[in-house]
């Protein structure tokens, strides 16, 4: 997965002068506040996942004008996105597929001022959002109590809902949204090796070790938010409105990141990257490259330093023709 991630990644970059791309601020855990304007493909290497966002129509709304002279559109779209159990080396096993998996509904209404007339000139858009998604996780977990299939396949369902807005004003873009939902705790748990012994048709035995979640420190069905805020600055103005300079748009991000999870206190998980956008079009964010501290207070006590908890993630994305 994360070497698919990097391919795209790099393709990316290859193809940014012949694609229209979309915007991707995901932090480390693939929460984000801005979200895809048009069809997208979007990789996220820390998380890991693909993720894939279908427009199944963009309307002009029936009052195309409000009062203050923005245009109006609805949109519609879905979403499904698809990643490997963290700690488990291989998508597929004996088992069957070991994935995570969301599909969900996405609603937006946009405003957006009519395109300036100079390339100096300030543009500015908005968009109130409203998504809601279903999730299904299967991980192994163990259980050294059970005589036969120590370890094994666990599911279980989640729900997230999610409102936010997300816009531009000039050479700034900004996004605030929170969600909340109900999801199981297997982010918050490590993997253990286990041995198990099994016996060939010769009468030999072997030994052969799997990795899996301890069932006993497994728990679902928790209550679990997440408050998040974007801001991104574009660096090189004169550089992306000047069509023959070979220097693409270059974003600064911070991103605000507050996560709730039952049973766990609240941790606050900032981040900060560097994003490069599409030339002649940098508002259309095509890869960036991340850094975020996971529970900057260390809300948890945990032993690990602030580095130990410090996350690095690559993050690309292409439109959909």
């Not at 069809?39 to 004008?65: E, G, H, W």
């Not at 998040?228 to 991000?253: C, V, W």
């Not at 508002?283 to 996971?294: D, E, K, T």
Request: charged share 20%; hydrophobic share 35%.
């Amino acid at each position: 997965m994360k070497k698919l991630a990097c391919l795209c990644f790099a393709l990316c970059f290859a193809a940014h002068s012949s694609y229209a791309q979309t915007s991707i601020f995901e932090d480390s855990k693939g929460e984000s506040s801005i979200k895809a304007f048009k069809n997208s493909i979007t990789v996220n290497t820390a998380d890991p996942n693909i993720a894939l966002d279908f427009n199944t129509f963009q309307r002009r709304s029936t009052t195309p004008k409000s009062k203050a002279g923005y245009d109006k559109f609805e949109r519609l779209g879905i979403l499904a996105k698809l990643k490997a159990n963290e700690g488990v080396s291989a998508l597929k096993n004996e088992d069957g597929f070991l994935v995570d998996g969301q599909l969900g509904l996405y609603y937006g209404l946009k405003n957006s001022l009519p395109a300036p007339i100079k390339t100096d000139e300030e543009g500015e858009a908005y968009e109130t959002y409203f998504s809601a998604n279903i999730s299904l996780d299967r991980s192994e977990v163990y259980d050294l109590t059970r005589t036969k299939d120590v370890v094994y396949a666990k599911s279980s369902t989640g729900w997230k809902a999610e409102i936010g807005r997300f816009g531009y004003v000039g050479n700034l873009l900004y996004g605030v949204g929170a969600n909340f939902g109900y999801s199981n705790n297997i982010e918050e748990l490590s993997t253990k090796s286990i041995f198990l012994n099994s016996t060939s048709l010769n009468g030999n035995t072997a030994v052969k070790s799997k990795t899996a979640f301890d069932i006993t420190e497994y728990k679902k069905n928790l209550f679990n938010s997440n408050l998040n805020g974007d801001i991104a600055l574009l660096l090189n103005r004169q550089a992306a409105a000047d069509s023959s300079s070979e220097t693409p748009p270059i974003f600064a991000a911070l991103h605000f990141r507050a996560n709730y999870l039952d049973s766990y206190k609240v941790r606050l998980n900032p981040a900060a990257g560097i994003y490069l956008a599409k030339k002649g079009a940098p508002r259309n964010v095509v890869a960036g490259l991340n850094f975020q501290i996971l529970d900057l207070l260390n809300s948890q006590n945990e032993e690990s330093s602030a580095w130990d908890r410090l996350s690095i993630s690559l993050n690309a994305g292409f439109q959909i023709k």
